[in-house]
Every structure is written in C-alpha cells, then in structure tokens.
C-alpha cells in the first residue's frame, strides 16, 4: 500500500466530517436553550458533535483501508441509468401519472440498457404497468396517481 | 405457566383463522424466494414488501413480515446448497458443507438436515421467546425517561461493537442516522427543523423511504449489470431422506446451534450472522474430525442453519418486550407497527396481547408451514433464479417506487429514496455497515425525548443518569464496550470484528459462483 494513499475510510470520514459541520452550521438559527434546559437545536448540535468525532476517528485509522483508486465501479453505467430513472419517476409520477411513468422507465431500462428487443421491452412493460395499477389500484385500493386523460 | 399456556391457546386462535393464515403462508412463500435469489436479502425484501403491509390490520402486517424474515433464512440455504449461492449473508457458512455435501450426491440430505434444524432452532427459539419477553416487559415498566435513554445508547452501542469492520464507522453511521431522526417538527417545543420548505418533512424522513433506499435501491445498484448464470440442480424427492448416521451426527451441532443462536439474536448487532458463524467454529473445535469441516461434515451444515433461524426469534425478544430494535429487519419491523399506531415496548404485551401472542403462534404455525413447503417444494423454488436479472431490477425498482409512494401519495418519499439508495451504494462501496443508520432513524425521536424528559425531571441535573442504578450500569457497559471497540483506533492493533465486515453483497460476494 503506498503510503499517505487517498483510502476509502479517509475520504469517507472526510465527506462525514464535512457533513457533520453543515449541520453544526444550519443549526445556528434553532433554539440551543441551555445545558440544563436544551432546546429543539440541542440534540442536532450533540449528534452532530458526535458525528464530527467519529468521522475524525475513522480518517485517524483509516491508513489501512482500500485505496480510492481499488475500488471497482464496473457497474457505474447500470448504477447512473437506475438513478436516473429514479429520478425521472419522481418527476414524472404526478404527472404523467402511474401506469404512463412506469411504462416509460420500464422501456428505456429493458431496450436502452439491457438491450432488450423493443418488442420484449414493450410487452414486458406495458403488461407490468397495467397489471401492477390493477393488483394495487384496483383490487387493494391503493391510490395511485392517474396521468393525462386520466390514464 | 398456566396463563402463558391460555394466552398462547388464543395467539393459536388468531393464528389460525384463515386470514393470518393466509398471511404467514404468503410470508413464508415470499421469504423463501427473497432468500433464493441472491442480491435479494432478508433486509432488502422486507423493506421492498413493507409498504404492501399498509393495508392490513397490525397482526397480519407483522405476521407477513415475520414470515418473510424467516422465510427467507430457510431459502438462503437452498441456494447454499445446491449451489453455492448465498441467498442472503448468514447462509454463507452452510455453503462450505452444504455444498460439499452436493458434491458427494448427498444434496438432498443436506437440504433435509437443513430444513430440520431450522424447524427444530425456529420452534424452540419460540419458545424461548414466548417466556422471556413478557417477564423482561413487565420488568421493563419500571424504567423512567433516564432508563430508556440508557437503554437506548447501550443498544446503539452494543450494535456498534458486534457489527463487522470498524466500530468508529459503525457508531458514525448511527450518528448520521440519528441526525436524520432530527429533521422535522420537535416533539417538545413545535419547532420545524431542517425543513427547507418541504412541509412534507413535517414528521421527519420517513423510516420506509429511507429502508427501501439503503436496503433496496442500494442492493439494485450494487448489483445491476452482474451475470448470474447458475446450473441449477434439483435434487427428486426420494433423495430427501437423510441416513441415521447423519441424523445423529446433527441432533447436538442443532441442539447447540439453537441455544447460542437465540442468546446472540437477542443482542444488538447482526445475531443470524455472527451466530452461523461463531457456531461453525463451535462445532468445528468441538469435533472429534475437524479435518471433515469443508469436505461436507453434516455437522458444520446443522450448527450454523439452526442458529442462525434460532437468532432471528432472538432478535424480537428486545423488540417486543423492550421496544428497543436489536437490528435493521427488526427496526423496519418496529416502523411497520408504528404505522398502524402501535409501539412496541413493555406495554405491548399488555395492550395488545393479541397482537402478540397471535404474533408468537404464527411462528409456530410458519415453521411448520416453511417445513411442509420448502423440502418437497425445492426443486419449484430455484427455478427463480431462471429469471434473467435484467428483468427482475427493474420490476423490484417499479415496486419499490410503487410502494414508497403509497405510503404518503407524496414525491417527496420517492426522492428520500432515490437519495439514500445513491447514499447506500457508496457507503456499501466504501464498506460501511448501513444498519446503523435506519436503526438510528427509527431510535432518534425516544432517544431525544427520554434525554429532555430525563432532564426535565432533573431540573436540569446531569446527575440523574449517574445516581439511578439501571441507568449507571447501563451507561457503564456502554462506556466500557466504546472504549474496547476504539481502542483499535488508537492502539493500531487488529479487532475481531476485522474479520467479518459488512453486507457480503457490497464486496461482491453472494455473486453465482457455482
């Protein structure tokens, strides 16, 4: 291992130690109270303290860990293509409703990424979605949001 | 005695009427795929079915869940045995053996074995379970807000120690739960905290959305894109009958496996892991032929099966009886009550007794429902893994968007849990236990009301948690257990907890490798 290489605990413990002081920050505007009568900011301010403590340990004994650089992101295609349709079901889910945001991400998921047939792709996520709206909606009468002509 | 008998007489009642019924057999039946595929653990399945719970009535919710807890340590060994494929983490010793066992024809003995210990571990852990946590209840109504909050910083504790790698990382990712359990409206003084404008966030980020995330999402991302090719084998049904040699060289590694694992269960931390393991050494060390360990002894196969299905009825004990979850499963198991306006704690088992003695009976009844479905039923259930995965992510992602957006009709969840499924797929990269955080989610708001009230009580002396007994031991254990934990830290040396590290997905294990 070379020694003062970047590891995976140290930048970890970093990013949490920095997390740690934006919370200490934002919690500037909430009520501290006092030590003997603390207020709504003082719990965060303690946790965030401890937070702060523990991401400092792990950088001290984080020499040891993986480097940065060993770490395999073979699956980072995958992983980008998941959460950006994560992203577009948040999206779209209130607008284009349930059966219209599952359909679309099922599609680019199956024939963009998986490289599926559109003939496959479509039939898989036409059939999921209608079938998934009728099981919930339907028969469970879990409110989904419903899209354009309210499909 | 006699009262327990009476109370368990009408938990059998409630158990089997054909609702709950239905539901422990749904369970169980889910369970056991979520333990065959692999990628799919225990915790991830919960958390992906949680929502579909919202519906039901308390006892059938948990009954589900339950089920499917179990279920899926019964399924995990399938896989585990007939290819080397650890459904899900504790599984992971039963492939050394188990699969030797395969390898000698023996497949359908070493499946019989497996399923016997797990229904001898899973019923008598009940029992276990059934005695011990209403008297540790009733002696739990004595605590005041000091005790609870003892109790609650010695369980986060305790937690850290026994979780794998780090115990700095782990008490820093129960720091980052905790911090997140602070976003919303305090209890005690009606400020809104860290909102942003979201009202949404009113009452705090929500346990399910978050689960779904880390447990779920994370697991997709992780494992998106990997092949899983298996030669699935399928042992025929005359294969199933263990010879009486193996039965009797099991009997004792079952009896032990029970025992150790229903003790480790009822500690925080990861029980059904830590216990195959630790009764895989155990067995191993107290064999007359260790040198048969790897090469399919059928001992090496029952220790470990049986203690890690005898943990998983360890780990409701503190939750039903204490309110305290002992892990991850039981935290989201504790969100799913608390849904339904339920907290579990030590007046759980006197409010709602029919929630837990139908609770404790369905047990009973899904051991033996797991017993009757999984051995004949084996060879129906690995043909699962026939389902390309590229199918199968983006039907788990539709559901779990599904699921989390029920909860509430609210976006705000699903982008809760596209953010923690980001943030648990790098901190499971960067082998970070994320347990810790949803159980520090679900502990934060007892954990700042019992030390406000503690205080309130007080008048503002810190002495309050030094003076009351229970609440100095606890607190003294809990000290003791952070300084034996950090002293690698500072000291350099090597921890036992080196050796067993986090989830085994995020290091790529539990990939099909046959």
Same mark, same amino acid.
């Given at each position: 291992?070379?020694?003062?290489?970047?590891?995976?605990?140290?930048?970890?413990?970093?990013?949490?130690?920095?997390?740690?002081?934006?919370?200490?920050?934002?919690?500037?505007?909430?009520?501290?109270?006092?030590?003997?009568?603390?207020?709504?900011?003082?719990?965060?301010? %303690? !946790? @965030? +303290?401890?937070? =702060? *403590?523990?991401?400092?340990?792990? &950088? #001290? $004994?984080?020499?040891? /860990?993986?480097?940065?650089?060993?770490?395999?992101?073979?699956?980072?295609?995958?992983?980008?293509?998941?959460?950006?349709?994560?992203?577009?079901?948040?999206?779209?889910?209130?607008?284009?409703?349930?059966?219209?945001?599952?359909?679309?991400? %099922? !599609? @680019? +998921?199956?024939? =963009? *990424?998986?490289?599926?047939?559109? &003939? #496959? $792709?479509?039939?898989? /996520?036409?059939?999921?979605?209608?079938?998934?709206?009728?099981?919930?909606?339907?028969?469970?009468?879990?409110?989904?949001?419903?899209?354009?002509?309210?499909? | 005695?006699?009262?327990?008998?009476?109370?368990?007489?009408?938990?059998?009642?409630?158990?089997?009427?054909?609702?709950?019924?239905?539901?422990?057999?749904?369970?169980?039946?889910?369970?056991?795929?979520?333990?065959?595929?692999?990628?799919?653990?225990?915790?991830?399945?919960?958390?992906?079915?949680?929502?579909?719970?919202?519906?039901?009535?308390?006892?059938?919710?948990?009954?589900?869940?339950?089920?499917?807890?179990?279920?899926?340590?019964?399924?995990?060994?399938?896989?585990?045995?007939?290819?080397?494929?650890?459904?899900?983490?504790?599984?992971?010793?039963?492939?050394?053996?188990?699969?030797?066992?395969?390898?000698?024809?023996?497949?359908?003995?070493?499946?019989?074995?497996?399923?016997?210990?797990?229904?001898?571990?899973?019923?008598?852990?009940?029992?276990?379970?059934?005695?011990?946590?209403?008297?540790?209840?009733?002696?739990?109504?004595?605590?005041?807000?000091?005790?609870?909050?003892?109790?609650?910083?010695?369980?986060?504790?305790?937690?850290?120690?026994?979780?794998?790698?780090?115990?700095?990382?782990?008490?820093?990712?129960?720091?980052?739960?905790?911090?997140?359990?602070?976003?919303?409206?305090?209890?005690?003084?009606?400020?809104?905290?860290?909102?942003?404008?979201?009202?949404?966030?009113?009452?705090?980020?929500?346990?399910?959305?978050?689960?779904?995330?880390?447990?779920?999402?994370?697991?997709?991302?992780?494992?998106?894109?990997?092949?899983?090719?298996?030669?699935?084998?399928?042992?025929?049904?005359?294969?199933?009958?263990?010879?009486?040699?193996?039965?009797?060289?099991?009997?004792?590694?079952?009896?032990?496996?029970?025992?150790?694992?229903?003790?480790?269960?009822?500690?925080?931390?990861?029980?059904?892991?830590?216990?195959?393991?630790?009764?895989?050494?155990?067995?191993?060390?107290?064999?007359?032929?260790?040198?048969?360990?790897?090469?399919?002894?059928?001992?090496?196969?029952?220790?470990?099966?049986?203690?890690?299905?005898?943990?998983?009825?360890?780990?409701?004990?503190?939750?039903?009886?204490?309110?305290?979850?002992?892990?991850?499963?039981?935290?989201?198991?504790?969100?799913?009550?608390?849904?339904?306006?339920?907290?579990?704690?030590?007046?759980?088992?006197?409010?709602?007794?029919?929630?837990?003695?139908?609770?404790?009976?369905?047990?009973?009844?899904?051991?033996?429902?797991?017993?009757?479905?999984?051995?004949?039923?084996?060879?129906?259930?690995?043909?699962?893994?026939?389902?390309?995965?590229?199918?199968?992510?983006?039907?788990?992602?539709?559901?779990?968007?599904?699921?989390?957006?029920?909860?509430?009709?609210?976006?705000?969840?699903?982008?809760?849990?596209?953010?923690?499924?980001?943030?648990?797929?790098?901190?499971?990269?960067?082998?970070?236990?994320?347990?810790?955080?949803?159980?520090?989610?679900?502990?934060?708001?007892?954990?700042?009301?019992?030390?406000?009230?503690?205080?309130?009580?007080?008048?503002?002396?810190?002495?309050?948690?030094?003076?009351?007994?229970?609440?100095?031991?606890?607190?003294?254990?809990?000290?003791?257990?952070?300084?034996?934990?950090?002293?690698?830290?500072?000291?350099?040396?090597?921890?036992?907890?080196?050796?067993?590290?986090?989830?085994?997905?995020?290091?790529?294990?539990?990939?099909?490798?046959?």
């Amino acid at each position: 291992m070379i020694r003062g290489a970047l590891t995976s605990d140290r930048l970890a413990g970093a990013a949490l130690a920095a997390a740690a002081i934006f919370v200490l920050w934002e919690s500037r505007a909430l009520p501290f109270g006092t030590i003997r009568d603390p207020g709504a900011g003082a719990v965060p301010v %303690l !946790l @965030a +303290l401890a937070l =702060l *403590v523990c991401s400092l340990a792990v &950088v #001290v $004994g984080g020499a040891a /860990a993986q480097p940065v650089a060993a770490i395999p992101w073979t699956e980072w295609r995958h992983a980008v293509a998941i959460l950006g349709a994560c992203v577009f079901m948040a999206l779209a889910l209130e607008r284009l409703g349930y059966r219209l945001t599952i359909l679309v991400t %099922l !599609l @680019a +998921l199956l024939t =963009l *990424v998986e490289r599926k047939r559109w &003939v #496959v $792709g479509a039939v898989f /996520a036409i059939g999921f979605s209608v079938g998934s709206y009728f099981l919930f909606n339907t028969l469970l009468r879990v409110p989904l949001p419903l899209g354009p002509f309210r499909f | 005695m006699i009262e327990t008998l009476q109370n368990l007489s009408s938990g059998f009642g409630l158990a089997l009427s054909p609702a709950v019924l239905l539901y422990a057999f749904v369970g169980c039946v889910v369970g056991t795929l979520v333990g065959v595929l692999p990628g799919v653990g225990p915790l991830a399945g919960i958390s992906l079915l949680l929502p579909a719970t919202f519906g039901l009535d308390p006892t059938s919710a948990i009954v589900l869940l339950a089920g499917i807890y179990y279920g899926a340590m019964y399924g995990g060994s399938t896989t585990s045995i007939l290819m080397r494929i650890p459904g899900e983490a504790a599984s992971v010793m039963t492939c050394i053996d188990g699969y030797a066992m395969t390898q000698k024809g023996r497949a359908g003995a070493a499946l019989a074995v497996a399923a016997i210990g797990s229904f001898v571990a899973g019923t008598v852990s009940v029992v276990g379970l059934m005695l011990l946590a209403p008297p540790l209840a009733e002696f739990a109504l004595r605590f005041g807000p000091p005790e609870n909050f003892a109790l609650l910083v010695l369980g986060l504790l305790v937690l850290a120690y026994m979780s794998g790698g780090s115990m700095a990382k782990a008490l820093a990712m129960a720091a980052l739960g905790l911090l997140l359990g602070m976003v919303g409206i305090d209890t005690m003084t009606g400020v809104f905290r860290f909102h942003y404008g979201l009202v949404e966030l009113g009452d705090g980020i929500g346990v399910v959305p978050t689960a779904v995330g880390l447990f779920g999402i994370s697991e997709i991302l992780l494992s998106a894109g990997r092949a899983i090719r298996a030669e699935i084998r399928r042992p025929r049904l005359r294969e199933l009958l263990p010879s009486r040699q193996e039965l009797r060289d099991s009997a004792w590694p079952i009896a032990r496996g029970t025992v150790l694992g229903f003790g480790i269960g009822i500690l925080p931390g990861p029980g059904h892991v830590i216990s195959s393991f630790v009764s895989y050494a155990v067995e191993r060390r107290l064999s007359a032929h260790p040198e048969r360990f790897g090469h399919g002894a059928v001992e090496g196969l029952a220790g470990p099966e049986s203690a890690n299905n005898a943990a998983t009825s360890g780990a409701f004990v503190p939750m039903l009886a204490l309110g305290l979850p002992s892990g991850a499963i039981p935290a989201i198991m504790m969100a799913a009550l608390m849904i339904h306006g339920i907290a579990p704690g030590p007046l759980l088992i006197q409010q709602q007794p029919q929630l837990f003695w139908g609770f404790i009976a369905s047990m009973y009844v899904g051991n033996v429902v797991l017993l009757i479905l999984n051995l004949p039923l084996v060879g129906l259930f690995v043909n699962i893994l026939r389902i390309p995965y590229s199918f199968l992510y983006p039907s788990i992602l539709a559901f779990a968007t599904l699921g989390v957006y029920a909860v509430n009709s609210s976006v705000v969840d699903v982008w809760i849990m596209a953010g923690t499924g980001l943030l648990g797929y790098v901190l499971r990269k960067f082998d970070f236990e994320i347990a810790p955080i949803v159980l520090g989610l679900v502990l934060a708001p007892m954990l700042e009301l019992s030390f406000r009230q503690s205080l309130a009580m007080s008048a503002g002396s810190y002495a309050i948690f030094a003076t009351r007994p229970i609440t100095a031991v606890m607190l003294l254990v809990g000290l003791a257990l952070l300084l034996l934990g950090l002293r690698p830290v500072f000291t350099g040396a090597g921890s036992w907890r080196e050796a067993t590290g986090p989830e085994p997905a995020a290091r790529g294990e539990g990939e099909g490798k046959p």
